[in-house]
């Protein structure tokens, strides 16, 4: 069974200029949650969904930042303008459910200069 | 307050020995679970194991087990015969019950750095 899979893996980007993560979950796996990890900590939720429904985005940056699942499977992440500050590692991550286990991909680096 | 915190930075330990991950968390929902999660240098985060809160026994898997001490809100890892390839980065993380109906995601520490020599 094929993993998360996160694209692209590393991206390095001038402040101000627009960037986007996607994500492919689990086969079957309804729920979709997007982490960020800044530098020697632990991953923080930015928003959770639910089928295509976000359920959760209290922690998400709704000034610069936006998501969507389309149909409910792929999702993507968008920062628009990226800052200094924004440089972390995105975490996508899937699970059955709400209650089950959370598998994570391998993450998009991201380096803002 | 931190919902988990992990004490530990950095642990070092020799390859065929055991070692023991330490995390203790605070929360007042009497059902939630508690999961470790390994994170490589290549940055994906591994699940290893899980432990719920009304779980009578201790949970184990493979090399890996949780020493679960409720009273003491402590979840500590311990991985029996270390290899080279558990060298990584470690991670206690808390999921609480349902709230409103709603959920909440995972809530993480700050992790802990284990390295395994020859």
């Known amino acids: 069974e094929a993993g998360v899979v996160q694209s692209p893996r590393y991206k390095i980007i001038e402040k101000k200029q627009p960037v986007a993560f996607w994500c492919n979950p689990i086969?079957?796996?309804?729920?979709l949650y997007w982490y960020r990890q800044n530098l020697g900590q632990g991953p923080e939720l930015l928003i959770r969904y639910e089928n295509e429904e976000a359920v959760d985005d209290s922690q998400l940056p709704k000034d610069r930042f936006s998501a969507e699942r389309l149909k409910g499977v792929d999702s993507t992440l968008k920062i628009q303008p990226a800052e200094l500050g924004d440089s972390a590692v995105y975490l996508c991550a899937s699970s059955l459910t709400l209650l089950e286990t959370q598998y994570f991909g391998p993450g998009t680096r991201l380096l803002v200069l | 307050a931190q919902k988990i915190t992990q004490t530990q930075p950095g642990m070092f330990v020799q390859e065929k020995e055991a070692v023991t991950l330490d995390c203790t968390y605070d929360?007042?929902?009497?059902?939630?679970?508690l999961f470790w999660y390994k994170q490589p240098s290549s940055g994906e985060m591994i699940f290893l194991i899980y432990q719920g809160s009304y779980d009578q026994q201790n949970a184990t898997e493979g090399r890996y087990s949780l020493n679960f001490q409720k009273a003491r809100k402590s979840a500590n890892l311990v991985i029996s015969a270390s290899q080279l390839g558990d060298s990584a980065m470690y991670f206690c993380?808390?999921?609480?019950?349902?709230?409103?109906?709603?959920?909440?995601?995972?809530?993480f520490g700050k992790g802990t750095t284990l390295s395994v020599s020859s």
């Open positions: 086969s079957g796996h309804n729920t």
């Open positions: 929360t007042s929902d009497p059902s939630y679970g």
């Open positions: 993380a808390m999921r609480e019950a349902l709230v409103n109906q709603a959920g909440t995601a995972l809530i």
